[in-house]
């Protein structure tokens, strides 16, 4: 149990004085699942409210595939991502293998049918008479569609923060994709995957704390952002 204290040691030391490694790791982290956060909910959204308030053909199945991504192995994206931006791939050319956006690509895949579902689902459950009430206002479609989004506005923020809790903490994208490159594309958790495997399981347990800190801090602004809307 002594290397558990001395990871709770370390953790404080870490953040305390700064240590660049750390930051570095820290700063890629952050980076990476904000883009990748921006871009899933500005797609994820919109898909998922036509999914869940809209009956047409195939929605069923289509349903079914989007329930089915929930359960992607981050290690299966990072393949598929690392084959479409590797120099040899059809996305070579673009530079983005070993990169931050390279990364947040492949979260965003990850991310993406978690908001799309959960947001679908929110829509389902809402009144369905909203919307003849809202009509009988003489409200357009966009006015409808705002409303509506308004009223499942916490589905929404729990879609939110369910897909940045599976980025923040996913490992086979960033390693793959990324590369675990120091002081350019080393994230928290492939910082992690290293120091442990090297036997270093103080600093590995130091910067999982520093994961749940960030985890923690992201969560409680969610939440105080909740509380005023």
Known sequence: MDFIQEGFRQAVTLLINLDPATYSAINTTLRASGLAMAASLV???????LLGYFDFRLKKQLRIIVDTLLSLPTVFIGLVIYALLTRNGPFGEMGLIFSIPGIAI?????????????????????????????MSLGANRRQIAASTLWEVRLGIFAAAVTATGRVLTEVGISLMVGGNIKWHTRTITTAIALET????F???????LVLLLIALVVNISLAGLRRRI
């Open 43 to 49: 797609l994820g959204i919109p898909l998922g409210y």
């Open 106 to 134: 492949g979260q965003t895949i990850l991310a993406l049918p978690i908001v799309i579902a959960l947001t679908a689902t929110a829509v389902e459950a809402a009144d369905r008479n909203l919307r003849i009430t809202l």
């Open 197 to 200: 495997s090297k036997g270093e």
């Open 202 to 208: 103080g600093m590995g347990i130091a910067l999982g």
